[in-house]
Structure formats: structure tokens, C-alpha cells
């Protein structure tokens, strides 16, 4: 039995005067919070006592906990029942500004033209091809008939066989990404007998149209195993790879030439690649070069040769290597594109006479084509200051064209192809906003936050030209990231707009941890160095305010996930720098989840965050832990989000958070936590109620903002 010690007295004290001050507020009338119920599970770690009162939330076989997540959701609905009729409001205007029923622009692969379509009143998209440009519709896949009777329906592999006769598909029902593979005939419509349960979602086909690799996860959610199943086999399927690291995962891909099928390897930190020739699926894979620790690399193939994509020997921003199929070990790598400290190079995409190459200077993504004959490389030229462009669909491996992504803060996403031979540029699509939206009424600002140690934090912001006066009169929503390395690049939002109708900027600050500045910028935000993450979020916000962009009392922050974890810790180094917070699956119980290699991804992430069963590591994480640093004090009103499926971050903790901010907080501020009992860490599946979570969140922010519909 634990001891009781007197901190543990203290906890339990407040914990029943918390009871009492609900009872008295239900007599009141007011929706009464439920009240998680205290059973301290005391651990010591590196000498330093570690109170968990709310760990039992964990099981979520006790029916106890059901009920709490379920009286949590019920109290959000009651606390938010004056604001339904805003967010109906609020959720028709966002529908009436999308295009209910809509087709994709066409992706040519071979004799076919794939595309997506939308119908008015379906949550999810139908697969469609034809054959030639003005062939019948065929319908490969209608997703809504795939999800009837299920709560929750998410499409993972989606992948035509190269005789374009059999698609492979898998699809999610729970929310917890562990996808069913069913192949269908694309001549008869008729689906194989063969299943493949609980896979990772990757499906790659071999070239002789009837061998498939797919991949499957641990018990902790790592993807650990690639498997070759053959159509039509009943026997058991053939373990081709194992990864026994528990910090290293894998996918199944195909190089853009159809060449070769690769496994790609990876921590946080080192990759590794075996090749397999796709015209001989029962052969072995091979190894391109064995893993070193702090090195990673991407492989394409063009002709004779792998193109790979490394941080090698020093390249902190990556370079291009060359190096033979024949013989493609390190030994053998020749620089195509040398390192550059001033100029990350994200990747590269091979085509038959031509490579894309896509770089970031200064922090703005860039696109170039190289001419592989000649050597020649143009530039693709876009007109915005600040913008976001990927590549698109382009399966064939001779095109001519590349299909790029493109949208902006201003700019809904548009379809452009790109003439690589004529160095042109075509717009095929742009996504229609409806309701009259005009561009020209909004002003997006790329500006320079002064951290305080120097650095300059890039900030993307947008609003509507005029309504906004740079007197703070504003309200702003200040939404951030910060990890992995991962790139927050401006983006469209229809949904967006009721937002900036109503007067607000709304920001993204490109915070340390991210990797929009170049690798560096990843380096000085992560391990040891994550604390950076949060003061640069603090300092934007700071300098936003300080520019008269808005006022602490006019401010919303926003992250979910890892920027669950920014906004948990901010919150916590400074409680007054917003007036309400949103945190969607936020990650916030690092200490624990960190040091349990039971739970997914725990292993993998040490590289990330560090392992706190490292005294210093400990001591630095703990420093910051969103869970362990709730205090007593005054808190901003609280939206936090969950979903009881989520393999990424566990809804406990979310959970776990807003019960012991509950027990904890000094305010009478609103403190909602509202879970997805049927999904998982992207929240419900569907279009339309998708809309209606962001109708909830923000008839949220502007009832505790005072902001009129």
C-alpha cells in the first residue's frame, strides 16, 4: 500500500473542497463539471516524488472511465448549449462555401484518367476512372458505401495494379489505424476472397499484377514487418522483413519509374533502404547502405542509377548522391546536387528526361527542373510572397508534365501542371470558394518575431484588409506546430473565413522544432533544446502584441498534437498570454508516456524528445511537462479535444490533463473536454462533421471572446 505523504493529504483536500464548490455551483444552475475521482499512484523518480492521481484513467476496460469521458462530453454540450444556434449558423455558412458536389482534376496514368467526386450530402469521396478522356465513368470505389454501419470510415492504400485490372485498397473503422486490405476486379466489379486484417496500410504491388507487400504494426503500433501476399492464396503469407529496433519503423513503396520496390527504414534520426526489382517479387530484397547512426537518406531511381536524397557526411540541409543499381553502397555515392548551408533540399522526383527538385531558401518552399540530358535547371516561378507548394499526382514515369499543389493564405488550393519541356505553366483548377469570396478583401504578411536569444521567428499571417487596424483592436488566432521538423507552411481554409469575416488575423508562427528555416531550425527545437519551441510561440505572441496585431485579452492559441504540447506549455510559463486556448489531441503526459515502452511510438520518439529514464533528460522534460507543471493558479478558458481510438497520443492524456487542471486551476474559467468516442487522432472522418467540430470550436472562441455572429 502506498504511503500517504502530506502532499498526497493536500491533493485529497482539495479534491473534496473541488466536490463542494461543484455541488454548490449545480445549485446554482449551472452545468455542474464532473469531478475525475482522486486515486494517487506515487512514483520516485531520480530521487524526485511523482504524484499520478488521475492514472487509472488509463484502462479504458473500467467502465469508470467511460462514464467519466461520457459526463465530460455531456457537460461540454450542456456548458455549450447556449451557442447552438451559432454554431448551426456557423456550420451552414462553412458548408455554403464548399462545393457540395465536385470532381478532382483527372490524374492520367496510362490508357486511364483518375478522379475523385463529391456528391452533395456524402461524407466521403467516390473513386472513378476513364478510359480515354471522354470514356465512361467507371466507379472504383465509393467510400460511402464502404463506411454504411460504421462510425467511422478512413481510407489508406488506394493502389491500381500495373495492369490497371485490380485495386487494392484498405480502410480504417475504428479510428485507430490498423487498416482491412480487400482487392477488387475492376473488369466485373467483384470483390477477391482475399482479406488482410490489421495492417499498417501500405500495399504495393509487384509488377506481375497479382503479388502484393503490405506491412503490419507491433503491439506498440510500430510498423515492424513487410509481408508478400500473392492473389488468390490461402496459404500463410511470407515474412520478407523483420526491423527487431524497437526504435525503428517501416513502409513499402515503388520507385516513380516502376523499377524497383523499396523498404524504407527510419528513426527520427537514421534510414536505411532494400531494393527489390519488381519484375521478381519472389527474389531477395537487397540493401542499398546499412543504417549509421545520424544519417538518413531517400531513394528514386532513374535509369542505371539510384538518385538518393542524404545528410551524409556532414550535409546538415541534405545534398543529391548518384549511385549505381549495381553497386549502391555509400562507397560509391557522387554529389549531383552538393550541400548548401543556405538551402535545405527537401527531395527530388525522377522522371524519364527530367527531375523536380523541391528546396527551401529563406523558408519559402521552391520548385526547379532539371533537364537530366543537358543538365539545365529553371526555376518554377509563382507570383505570391507567401505560399505553399507540393507535388501532385504524376504516376507516369515519361510525362512531361508535373502536377503541382499550390495555395497560399489567400489562394484556395489550385491544380496546376507544369510543362517541363516548354517550361510553362497551367493552371487546371482552382478550388471554388462559394458565396462571392474575393481574394482582393484579405492581406497576407510574412513578418520577424525577435526571440530572446536572437533568433528571428518567421510569422505568417492574414486578414481581411478592412476591417483590420493595427490599434489591437483585434482578435487573433495564433495557431503553431514546432516538431519533427515538420514544415507549417501557409495554407487555405474556407473555414478559415469565418474567422477573418469577423475581424480576425489569424497567424502561424514558425516556430524552432519545425523545419521550415532548415535543419538547424529542427535541431535548436527538439531534445534538449525544446524549450526554444515554447518561447519562441511566446515571443510571437508577444511581438504580435507589441505590433498592435491584437491585445493578450483578444488572443486564441491553437496546436494539437505536438503543438498540443506547445500551447500545454505555454499555457502553463504564461497564463496570461491568451484569453482561450485550443488544444486538440494534445500531447501533454510526456514523463509518463515517455518512460512506458509499452505504449506506441514511445521508443521512436526518444530521439525526438529524450528519455527520461536519463536523470537528465528527466530533468529537463519534466521541466516542461504540461501534466506535472499544472499549478494553482488563474487558467485561460479551455477547449481540449480527445479521441478514445487515437494510437498517436492516448485520450488519457488529454484526459488526465483536464482532470487535474479541474482539481487544480484557481479560476472559474471554462475548462470543456470533449472526446471523439468513435475516432481517433484526426477526430471524426467525414466532411460534414468535420464541419461541425470546427463549428463547435469556434462558437467556443466567440462566445468567450464576446464576438457577435
Same mark, same amino acid.
Given at each position: 500500500?502506498?504511503?500517504?505523504?502530506?502532499?498526497?493529504?493536500?491533493?485529497?483536500?482539495?479534491?473534496?473542497?473541488?466536490?463542494?464548490?461543484?455541488?454548490?455551483?449545480?445549485?446554482?444552475?449551472?452545468?455542474?463539471?464532473?469531478?475525475?475521482?482522486?486515486?494517487?499512484?506515487?512514483? %520516485?523518480?531520480?530521487?524526485?516524488?511523482?504524484?499520478?492521481?488521475?492514472?487509472?484513467?488509463?484502462?479504458?476496460?473500467?467502465?469508470?472511465?467511460?462514464?467519466?469521458? %461520457?459526463?465530460?462530453?455531456?457537460?461540454?454540450?450542456?456548458?455549450?448549449?447556449?451557442?447552438?444556434?451559432? &454554431?448551426?449558423?456557423?456550420?451552414? @455558412?462553412?458548408?455554403?462555401?464548399?462545393?457540395?458536389?465536385?470532381?478532382?482534376?483527372?490524374?492520367?496514368?496510362?490508357?486511364?484518367?483518375?478522379?475523385?467526386?463529391?456528391? &452533395?450530402?456524402?461524407?466521403?469521396?467516390?473513386?472513378?476512372? +476513364?478510359?480515354?478522356?471522354?470514356?465512361?465513368?467507371?466507379?472504383?470505389?465509393?467510400?460511402?458505401?464502404?463506411?454504411?454501419?460504421?462510425?467511422?470510415?478512413?481510407?489508406?492504400?488506394?493502389?491500381?495494379?500495373?495492369?490497371?485490372?485490380?485495386?487494392?485498397?484498405?480502410?480504417?473503422?475504428?479510428?485507430?489505424?490498423?487498416?482491412?486490405?480487400?482487392?477488387?476486379?475492376?473488369?466485373?466489379?467483384?470483390?477477391?476472397?482475399?482479406?488482410?486484417?490489421?495492417?499498417?496500410?501500405?500495399?504495393?504491388?509487384?509488377?506481375?499484377?497479382?503479388?502484393?507487400?503490405?506491412?503490419?504494426?507491433?503491439?506498440?503500433?510500430?510498423?515492424? =514487418?513487410?509481408? *508478400?501476399?500473392?492473389?488468390?492464396?490461402?496459404?500463410?503469407?511470407?515474412?520478407?522483413?523483420?526491423?527487431?529496433?524497437?526504435?525503428?519503423?517501416?513502409?513499402?513503396?515503388?520507385?516513380?519509374?516502376?523499377?524497383?520496390?523499396?523498404?524504407?527504414?527510419? !528513426?527520427?534520426?537514421?534510414?536505411?533502404?532494400?531494393?527489390?526489382?519488381?519484375?521478381?517479387?519472389?527474389?531477395?530484397? &537487397?540493401?542499398?547502405?546499412?543504417?549509421?547512426?545520424?544519417?538518413?537518406?531517400?531513394?528514386?531511381?532513374?535509369? +542505371?542509377?539510384?538518385?538518393?536524397?542524404?545528410? $551524409?557526411?556532414?550535409?546538415?540541409?541534405?545534398?543529391?548522391?548518384?549511385?549505381?543499381?549495381?553497386?549502391?553502397? =555509400?562507397?560509391?555515392?557522387?554529389?549531383?546536387?552538393?550541400? #548548401?548551408?543556405?538551402?535545405?533540399?527537401?527531395?527530388?522526383?525522377?522522371?524519364?528526361?527530367?527531375? $523536380?527538385?523541391?528546396?527551401? *531558401?529563406?523558408?519559402?518552399?521552391?520548385?526547379?527542373?532539371?533537364?537530366?540530358?543537358?543538365?539545365?535547371?529553371?526555376?518554377?516561378?509563382?507570383?505570391?510572397?507567401?505560399? !505553399?507548394?507540393?507535388?501532385?499526382?504524376?504516376?507516369?514515369?515519361?510525362?512531361?508534365?508535373?502536377?503541382?499543389?499550390?495555395?497560399?493564405?489567400?489562394?484556395? *488550393?489550385?491544380?496546376?501542371?507544369?510543362?517541363?519541356?516548354?517550361?510553362?505553366?497551367?493552371?487546371?483548377?482552382?478550388? @471554388?470558394?462559394?458565396?462571392?469570396?474575393?481574394?482582393?478583401?484579405?492581406?497576407?504578411?510574412?513578418?520577424?518575431?525577435?526571440?530572446?536569444?536572437?533568433?528571428?521567428?518567421?510569422?505568417?499571417?492574414?486578414?481581411?484588409?478592412?476591417?483590420?487596424?493595427?490599434?489591437?483592436?483585434?482578435?487573433?488566432?495564433?495557431?503553431?506546430?514546432?516538431?519533427?521538423?515538420?514544415?507549417?507552411?501557409?495554407?487555405?481554409?474556407?473555414?478559415?473565413?469565418?474567422?477573418?469575416?469577423?475581424?480576425?488575423?489569424?497567424?502561424?508562427?514558425?516556430?524552432?522544432?519545425?523545419?521550415?528555416?532548415?535543419?538547424?531550425?529542427?535541431?535548436?527545437?527538439?531534445?534538449?533544446?525544446?524549450?526554444?519551441?515554447?518561447?519562441?510561440?511566446?515571443?510571437?505572441?508577444?511581438?504580435?502584441?507589441?505590433?498592435?496585431?491584437?491585445?493578450?485579452? =483578444?488572443?486564441?492559441?491553437?496546436?494539437?498534437?505536438?503543438?498540443?504540447?506547445?500551447?500545454?506549455?505555454?499555457?502553463?510559463?504564461?497564463?496570461?498570454?491568451?484569453?482561450?486556448?485550443?488544444?486538440?489531441?494534445?500531447?501533454?503526459?510526456?514523463?509518463? %508516456?515517455?518512460?512506458?515502452?509499452?505504449?506506441?511510438?514511445?521508443?521512436?520518439?526518444?530521439?525526438?524528445?529524450?528519455?527520461?529514464?536519463?536523470?537528465?533528460?528527466?530533468?529537463?522534460?519534466?521541466?516542461?511537462?504540461?501534466?506535472?507543471?499544472?499549478?494553482?493558479?488563474?487558467?485561460?478558458?479551455?477547449?481540449?479535444? $480527445?479521441?478514445?481510438?487515437?494510437? #498517436?497520443?492516448?485520450?488519457?492524456?488529454?484526459?488526465?490533463?483536464?482532470?487535474?487542471?479541474?482539481?487544480?486551476?484557481?479560476? &472559474?474559467?471554462?475548462?470543456?473536454?470533449?472526446?471523439?468516442?468513435?475516432?481517433?487522432?484526426?477526430?471524426?472522418?467525414?466532411?460534414?462533421?468535420?464541419?461541425?467540430?470546427?463549428?463547435?470550436?469556434?462558437?467556443?472562441?466567440?462566445?468567450?471572446?464576446?464576438?457577435?455572429?
Amino acid at each position: 500500500m502506498n504511503k500517504i505523504t502530506g502532499r498526497m493529504l493536500h491533493l485529497l483536500v482539495v479534491s473534496v473542497l473541488f466536490a463542494a464548490l461543484a455541488m454548490l455551483t449545480a445549485c446554482a444552475g449551472q452545468p455542474t463539471p464532473p469531478v475525475a475521482k482522486v486515486e494517487p499512484k506515487v512514483d %520516485t523518480i531520480f530521487g524526485k516524488e511523482m504524484i499520478d492521481n488521475y492514472a487509472w484513467l488509463r484502462d479504458r476496460e473500467n467502465a469508470d472511465v467511460i462514464a467519466y469521458l %461520457t459526463a465530460e462530453n455531456e457537460f461540454a454540450e450542456k456548458v455549450m448549449g447556449h451557442t447552438v444556434e451559432m &454554431q448551426t449558423a456557423l456550420y451552414d @455558412e462553412m458548408v455554403a462555401r464548399i462545393k457540395e458536389t465536385d470532381l478532382s482534376v483527372p490524374v492520367r496514368d496510362g490508357d486511364y484518367y483518375y478522379y475523385t467526386r463529391d456528391e &452533395q450530402g456524402k461524407e466521403y469521396k467516390i473513386y472513378c476512372r +476513364k478510359k480515354g478522356e471522354n470514356g465512361p465513368e467507371e466507379i472504383l470505389l465509393d467510400l460511402n458505401k464502404v463506411a454504411e454501419g460504421h462510425d467511422y470510415m478512413l481510407l489508406g492504400a488506394y493502389e491500381v495494379s500495373p495492369n490497371q485490372q485490380i485495386l487494392a485498397y484498405g480502410y480504417d473503422t475504428a479510428g485507430n489505424e490498423e487498416y482491412t486490405i480487400r482487392f477488387k476486379n475492376l473488369n466485373d466489379g467483384s470483390l477477391y476472397d482475399d482479406v488482410i486484417e490489421s495492417t499498417n496500410g501500405d500495399v504495393v504491388w509487384a509488377n506481375d499484377n497479382k503479388t502484393v507487400f503490405y506491412t503490419t504494426e507491433d503491439e506498440t503500433y510500430r510498423p515492424d =514487418k513487410v509481408w *508478400r501476399h500473392t492473389l488468390g492464396s490461402t496459404g500463410e503469407d511470407a515474412l520478407v522483413y523483420h526491423e527487431t529496433d524497437a526504435a525503428f519503423y517501416l513502409g513499402v513503396s515503388r520507385t516513380r519509374s516502376d523499377r524497383y520496390i523499396l523498404i524504407g527504414i527510419g !528513426s527520427n534520426t537514421t534510414s536505411e533502404y532494400w531494393y527489390l526489382d519488381a519484375d521478381k517479387p519472389m527474389a531477395q530484397f &537487397q540493401v542499398i547502405e546499412p543504417r549509421t547512426h545520424m544519417v538518413e537518406y531517400w531513394v528514386d531511381h532513374h535509369d +542505371k542509377n539510384f538518385y538518393i536524397t542524404t545528410n $551524409a557526411d556532414d550535409a546538415l540541409n541534405f545534398k543529391l548522391v548518384q549511385a549505381p543499381v549495381t553497386k549502391p553502397g =555509400k562507397k560509391n555515392w557522387v554529389d549531383v546536387i552538393p550541400h #548548401r548551408p543556405e538551402v535545405k533540399l527537401d527531395g527530388v522526383d525522377m522522371f524519364a528526361d527530367y527531375m $523536380a527538385i523541391y528546396e527551401r *531558401r529563406s523558408g519559402l518552399q521552391t520548385v526547379s527542373i532539371r533537364t537530366m540530358s543537358t543538365g539545365d535547371t529553371e526555376p518554377v516561378v509563382f507570383n505570391e510572397p507567401v505560399y !505553399s507548394v507540393e507535388p501532385g499526382s504524376t504516376p507516369e514515369f515519361n510525362s512531361t508534365k508535373l502536377r503541382l499543389d499550390y495555395t497560399s493564405l489567400i489562394t484556395p *488550393r489550385t491544380i496546376y501542371d507544369y510543362d517541363m519541356k516548354a517550361r510553362t505553366l497551367e493552371m487546371l483548377k482552382q478550388t @471554388e470558394v462559394l458565396g462571392g469570396y474575393d481574394p482582393g478583401e484579405l492581406t497576407q504578411e510574412r513578418i520577424f518575431a525577435p526571440a530572446r536569444d536572437g533568433a528571428d521567428i518567421p510569422i505568417s499571417l492574414v486578414y481581411k484588409t478592412s476591417t483590420f487596424n493595427k490599434d489591437g483592436s483585434s482578435p487573433l488566432y495564433l495557431y503553431g506546430y514546432g516538431a519533427y521538423g515538420i514544415n507549417m507552411d501557409p495554407y487555405f481554409s474556407s473555414s478559415r473565413l469565418s474567422l477573418l469575416s469577423r475581424g480576425f488575423v489569424f497567424a502561424i508562427p514558425h516556430i524552432r522544432g519545425g523545419g521550415e528555416m532548415g535543419r538547424q531550425w529542427y535541431e535548436d527545437g527538439k531534445l534538449l533544446h525544446k524549450k526554444n519551441t515554447f518561447t519562441d510561440f511566446i515571443d510571437c505572441a508577444d511581438y504580435l502584441v507589441s505590433q498592435g496585431y491584437t491585445t493578450h485579452d =483578444k488572443m486564441v492559441i491553437s496546436g494539437g498534437s505536438a503543438g498540443g504540447l506547445t500551447v500545454g506549455a505555454v499555457v502553463n510559463m504564461r497564463p496570461d498570454l491568451a484569453k482561450v486556448v485550443v488544444a486538440d489531441v494534445p500531447f501533454v503526459d510526456i514523463i509518463n %508516456t515517455m518512460r512506458d515502452e509499452t505504449i506506441p511510438l514511445t521508443v521512436i520518439e526518444w530521439e525526438e524528445w529524450g528519455n527520461p529514464n536519463e536523470e537528465e533528460y528527466f530533468n529537463y522534460m519534466y521541466s516542461y511537462s504540461p501534466y506535472d507543471q499544472v499549478e494553482a493558479k488563474t487558467y485561460p478558458d479551455m477547449l481540449i479535444t $480527445a479521441g478514445l481510438n487515437d494510437p #498517436r497520443v492516448a485520450y488519457w492524456e488529454p484526459a488526465k490533463w483536464a482532470a487535474k487542471l479541474r482539481a487544480t486551476k484557481t479560476d &472559474q474559467n471554462t475548462l470543456l473536454l470533449k472526446t471523439v468516442m468513435e475516432g481517433g487522432h484526426f477526430g471524426t472522418s467525414g466532411r460534414y462533421s468535420r464541419l461541425k467540430e470546427r463549428a463547435f470550436e469556434y462558437a467556443f472562441i466567440f462566445d468567450k471572446l464576446g464576438v457577435k455572429m
